[in-house]
């Protein structure tokens, strides 16, 4: 598996990328911020780059920034339940529902 990609915040979009060494969009995260709290809206990666980690690093970045940042996060989409379930060292930034 090729890892020479990076995960980047595009604020301006509201959404979390992966980025390969050509700047080719690999995927992305949808977010909703407030000042407490972000919404992992939508994961998506594209078809051709499926099957190499690309969402799961989007995760896990996103979740250490939200931590950095002090933001309880909201888990609205599948791949963010599931990667959460997995990953217990998140746990306590999930916000009660």
Known sequence: MDNEFRVVDNPSLHRYEARDADDNLMG???YRRTERA??????ETLPEYQGRGVAGRIAGQSLDEA???????KPACPFYLDYLSKHPEYADLVEAR
């Open 38 to 43: 972000i919404v992992f809206r939508h994961a």
């Open 28 to 30: 992305f995260v949808d």
């Open 67 to 73: 931590r950095a940042a002090g933001l309880r996060v």
